[in-house]
Structure formats: C-alpha cells, structure tokens
C-alpha cells in the first residue's frame, strides 16, 4: 500500500496520512482528500513507509490533481522554514501563498506544458475556418505564428480559445508537446539607460560579483541616488547568465513607473507583476509562467516571495524598511526575512535596497554580515537644505506656519512645485461640542470618527463605520460642533484661501481610490499643472518629481510620542522620504518642518541627513532598553469582545507558559495600543529572549497548551518577530 502525507488547510499544526493507490503521485502535487464530511485541496509533503495511523484507519484519497509536482523541492524547503519558523500550520501557509485558482477542487486536469501543429494543422488554411470563428481563426494565427506554443500563453487568451483549441485538439490538427527550451538569453541592448555613476558602477559590480552564491548586501542609497539604476544592471548580469530575477516591492499601484521602465529596459523578456490586486485566472497564469521558466523577471508585492522559479538567480529587495513587506493578519510573515532565507536556500545573492534600512538590517550591516554597498550622493543634485519651523514662536494659521506659506508664494511665483506633507486624510481628525466637550467617538473601535467634510460625514478609518456629521451635538444638543486639527482636506483649503490662483492638487487615499488615478496626477505633476501637492504618504514613495523643489511637513509630531519603540525609526524613515522629493537638477531643495519640539533628537538628525549616526544612536537605546534587534520577540494576541475575556485567556496562558520555567522573558497581559477594533478588544502577551533558539524550545512547548487553554469566547494568534502591538 502507498502512503501520502498530505498538509492541509486546517487549523492544526499537523500532517495528514492517507492511502493512495496513484503511483504516480508526487511530493509537491495537488491532491484531494476526504476530511471529515468535506472534500479538501493539500499538498502532498511526503511519501512515508509506515503512519502513525493504524492502516485500517487511513482514508484513501480521492485524486491526484497535478501530475507534475506543483512546488519543487525548493519551494517546499521554503514553506516549511516559514510554517516553522512563524509556527503557523504547513497546509495553511502553502495555500494562502497558492493562486487561489489552484486550492479550488476541480476534476484531474492535464495541463501539457505546450502545444504544436500537427503536420495536417500546418496544412491549414486559415480561410478555411468560418470568418465568424473569431477565436479559431486567431488561435490558428498563433500556433502557425511560431513553433511551439507555451500553455500559459494559451490560458491567457481567455475561454474561447482554450475551447477552440480542444476542438483542433479533437480535430488531429494541434499535439501537445514539451516545452521549448528556452532560447539562450542574450544580454539585454544595454538600452537607454544613463551611464552609470563611479558609485552605482562599483555597487552594480559588486552585486554581479556575488551572483552564484549566498550572499546578502544592503544597499544604503540616500534618496535618488540612483539605486534602480543599480538593480537594472544587477538583474541585466543575473539574466545573460540564465538566471531568472525576483524583484520585491512594497506596493505596486504606487510604483507604476518601475513596472514599465523593467519592461522597457529588457525588450523581450518575459516579466511578470504579481500583486492582490490580479484576478485569480490571471495571477495562476502568471504563477504558472514564473514556475515553468518562462518568465525571467517576477515584480511583486510580499506574497510573491513564495513564487516558484526554478532558475532563481537573484533577489532584490526594494525600500526594504518599508512595513508593507510585514504581512499582518493570518499567516504573519516578514518577506524581507523570508527572502533572505530563501537566498540563502537557493546560494545566491539578495539584494536589500534602502535610504533608512530597518534597524535589523542595519545592525546586520554594521556587523558585517551583510555586506554594505553606499551611494552617498544624489544624482545631478545636491541635498536638500532641511530645518525647522518652530510654533512655539510662530503663529499657524489654520494649521500653516508664516514662514511656509511665504515660502510657497515664492516657488509659486518662480514657477516651482511645492508639496505639503500631512499625514492624516480627511478635513479634521475629530468633531468637537464647544459646549460639553463631547468628540465624535468611534463605538466600535478606540479612535476618533474623522470629519469628511466635503460628503458631510464622519468616518473611521479603522472600521469603515461611515455616518452623517450630526448638525447638533448628541449629547447636550447644543449646535456649537467644530472639527479640531487638521487633514488634507482641511489644508487643501487653507492652501486655497491663502493661494486663490494656485492649482492644487491633494493626493490621498480618498483621491486616489479610482484605479490608475493617480498614474492621471503623477502626469499632471509632471506636466507642471499643478503649483502645490497635498497628501499623505502617498507622496512620500519614490517618485521623480523634476520641478518640486519645495517641502513643508505639517503635524509630524503627532507621530513622535508614540509608546511603540519602534516610532522614531519608521517616522525617521518615512520623513527622509518625503524630504528626498525636494530639489532636482540644479534647483536647491528645501523641507521646512514644521515642529514644537524643534530640539527633538529626531528632528535634529534629520537636519544633518546623517542616518548612519541616527541609526547607531536608535541601537545603541535599544540594546539600552532591551528591544530587538538585541531581542527577539513572539506576542500572543488575543480578541474576544470584551478585553476583560482576552486578558483572562493571556493570564492562563502566562500561567502555563511560567508553569514551564522557561529560560525566555514572560510579561504580563496588557490591552493592545488600539484596544477595540471593529466591535472586537483586544490584549497581548509579550514573550522575549536574546536567544532566537531558547524561544524556538519554549514555543514548542508552549503551543499544545495554548491550543488547549483556548476557548470559544477569545481567538488568539501568535506572531513571531512581531511589527506592531
Ligand atoms: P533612488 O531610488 O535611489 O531614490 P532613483 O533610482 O529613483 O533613485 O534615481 C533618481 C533619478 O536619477 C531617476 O530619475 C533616474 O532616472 C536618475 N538616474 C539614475 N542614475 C542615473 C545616472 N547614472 N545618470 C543620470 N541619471 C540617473
Ligand atoms: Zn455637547
Ligand atoms: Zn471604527
């Protein structure tokens, strides 16, 4: 009898034996399986001799779905280290990386990896064919267009031509066969890119120089320094060598520019963008493409880590602080520290690229175990001048300082761009009873209902609640309701008031929520008919605005005091962000920020530009502090719908994990920053130690008795190395 272990969608950390009489049945292939009363989708992880199970009681599977294996070894290797090491079930991490088309249950499907003509098919006459069989005549066009024809090319297509290919199938007329060998890849035109610098030469060099094995390198870049240039002439390197290239970004719908600009770079290389956003058919397609070869150069958002390429020759990392990597709900994963490891499952090079690396990787750097490559210098421009607007000896007036709006007018008046920096969307953060006091609460989270005034509603940005802005004050009736502090919005119309003739333009998430809105305004910006930008971080991702030589920060300190210890160096990050957009060519950039705590180490570090010191400071208070990097960290979290039943499930589970006189830290339950959400509330338990292992020993233990302490009443998860609290 034939045995397979088989991982499944199920909440149990555990394998599945069954029987099955299929030999053909391969690790890494789909199967379908009886579970309970229901039939489910696993991955076939191994063929054991012997199961725990005794033989009368193992089911038999139903079906082997792929007769190739689905995930390589390799990929498998991948998956296994992040169930592991994240201590999330195998079944449920493979499937929330599979394209969703894949953990379907459908019938056995042959899926030949190509088709060709038979020698009657390339004896056809396309005129043969009624001129109404649109999809025939066209699918005939292609087959007799070239060679062979790639699956995926076909699948691509649409219904109507798969159905019209079975038809030719059925008529004699098309054949599957293998695969072409790829043609051998020729080094890519060098193309129209810039000469390169000294600087991206030497960084371009030394990543080709590590192709072939492990090794991982930070490349620390001041803002436009010119760091894509470098992974272009990396990834050109790692193509004519045959390798295929995984390129990881933080989010593509704001990047739009890279896209292209890989794709005019390597004419007639097939690349692939994988991100949520992709409809099932076409992201399976585009799965399949990057596992079977054909595609040379994946783009992509953090899932994509987990795509098979069975050439992998090079990993890049773009923005690699950035916490759109850090996958924060369900099965919680870092893809920067899943690539990684996977460069390090594959021997070859991973590329982080950064102008405010995460302190992890930094401390890596300054340890020498990555490998430092540094653009300190700005293309064509010299840094900008960065200083402070300090409001406790100037005025605002709705929320802007006299120096900045001075400032504008004059970039105004010399045809420049301006942008004004605010972190918060919406008119104001808050509505406010001049009377009583009382402010537009959320019910069901801990925030404030943000005032949207130009829809005349208030809305949480948190749980989506959305209602009319009361013309009375609910609790004391009196009219006198005004919205406290500012938004975009809000600054969108100071902005008018004091610049009637000015063309402004706010860029945030309620502008542009329409698809490809903002691709329209980035051409606006370009095409300078805009005079003042407003937005939200939005703006402060890579983009090259060529006539923006003006930033103002509005409300920054909001994020200074914060008690996640992790504040000063995502706010450091992000700032350095938004100042990198001032000043190009030889027009002098200037960031006016605007601050009451001017003296504020932070604020001061940003005005030298000089992170490296910044960042040294940041460790050396963490080490101080004893917080990661110097750390490592596993947070149980739980939710139940009063906090009180969350902290009782965390102060059983602290009990059975002290009960287990651990060599880790245990602390008590606290309620999360934000303790209600969505109507639910929510508490955490922190568990730490220097040593990664001494955690990996205690959570092993710990996990049975969570499982069994766990009650209906409160869900809980844990999170390894954990972002947020
Ligand atoms: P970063 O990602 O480091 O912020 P970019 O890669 O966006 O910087 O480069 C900034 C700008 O400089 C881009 O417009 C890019 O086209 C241009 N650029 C990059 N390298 C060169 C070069 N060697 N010569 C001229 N322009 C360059
Ligand atoms: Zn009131
Ligand atoms: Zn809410």
Redesign the pocket.
Known sequence: MSLIRVALDVPVARLFDYRCDDRTAQIGARVLVPFGRQKLIGIIVARPDTSEVAETKLKRAISVLDAEPLLGRADLRLLEFAADYYVHPLGAVIMATLPAALRRVRSREETPAAYALTATGTALDVTTLSPRARAQRDLLALLQSRPVIDHSDISALGAATRKALLAFIAQGWVQTCARPQEAPMTLPAPSTG????AD?SAAAKAIAAALGSYQPILLW?????????VYLHAIAVALSRGSQVLLLVPEIALTPQLESLVIARFPGIPVATLHSSLADGERNTRWQAARNGRVRIVLGTRLSVFTPLPDLGLIIVDEEHDTSFKQGEGFRYSARDLAVVRARHTGVPVVLGS?TPALETWRNAVDHRYQLLN?PER??ARPPVISCVDLRHEKTTDGLSARLITAIGKRIDRGEQSMVFINRRGYAPVLMCGSCGWMSDCKRCSAKLVVHLRDRRLRCHHCGHDGAVPSACPECGDADLSPVGQGTQRIEAALAKQFPKARILRVDRDTTRRKDAWQAMRSRIRERTVDILVGTQILAK?H?FPHLNLVGVVNADGMLYSNDFRAAERLYALLTQVA?RAGRGDQQGEVLIQTEFAEHPLYAALRDQDFDAYARSLLAERQQAGFPPYVHQVLLRAEARTVGVALQFLEQAALSARHLKPAVTVYDPVPANMMRKSGRERAHLLVQSSSRADLRTFLNAWRPYLAETASTAARWSLEVDPAEF
């Open positions: 810039p000469t390169l610098t991206q870049g001041i803002t436009s320094s010119g760091k894509t240039e102008a653009l293309i064509n890579g090259d990198g």
